[in-house]
């Protein structure tokens, strides 16, 4: 006995034709003829009583076809669910950046496809204002940024996890003589040109440097 059997008992228990069951089935009259006799020897039952008028089930008949009927529609449950979990499994999960996460991105995206190797994973670079409002246009599904409790408060809809704490940091040439320097103070940064990565985060945060040139 096979799935296609129990799909052809009902058909044929429905329309009650061998003819007509073959036509809605796609297959020839032989083969579906054939079928019920195998499986009508299988189980050692008359499943339908043929004639002029048509293929009648038998008493037996008529309680497998219902058996028949209510297997197929658990089989058809099984194979919807099977696809729903096929589905989340494949895919493009995007993902924006700004420059910082990188080395933990690749870490994270290396593990997904370790453990969903269908999944598509796409990784964007841009501001954290960018970032945020394609998160919230649907446009990404994660986004990695720099942010505060100010973001938090403003953005109620989005879900924020803090995955490391920040701090600002100088890189210097090794022959300037900040690098000299065991701890460089907010003074000492006056008169220095310094170039910052262009987020309206990252220059909110520089505010507090006012009295300091910045090339963005």
Do not use: W
């Amino acid at each position: 006995m096979n799935i296609e059997q129990l799909k052809y008992m009902v058909e044929i228990g429905k329309t009650g034709s061998l003819k007509e069951a073959a036509d809605n089935l796609h297959i020839t009259l032989p083969a579906l003829s054939q079928s019920i006799k195998n499986l009508e020897k299988e189980l050692n039952i008359i499943i339908f009583h043929r004639s002029r008028r048509g293929s009648i089930p038998t008493e037996e008949g008529h309680r497998l076809i219902e058996k028949a009927n209510s297997a197929l529609l658990k089989i058809q449950e099984f194979m919807d669910e099977a696809e729903a979990y096929t589905n989340t499994m494949n895919g493009e999960i995007k993902i924006a950046t700004y420059p910082g996460p990188m080395e933990l991105l690749v870490h994270l995206i290396t593990e997904i496809k370790r453990e969903y190797p269908n999944i598509k994973a796409s990784v964007y670079e841009n501001s954290t204002e960018y970032i945020i409002e394609k998160v919230l246009d649907g446009e990404v599904d994660v986004g990695f940024i720099t942010y505060t409790e100010k973001e938090e408060k403003k953005y109620r809809n989005l879900v924020f996890k803090k995955l490391l704490d920040g701090h600002m940091v100088a890189a210097v040439n090794k022959k300037s003589p900040l690098a000299k320097q065991t701890l460089i103070t907010e003074e000492m940064l006056i008169n220095q040109p310094i170039v910052l990565y262009n987020d309206k985060y990252i220059q909110e945060f520089m505010k507090g440097f006012s009295s300091l040139p910045c090339d963005i």
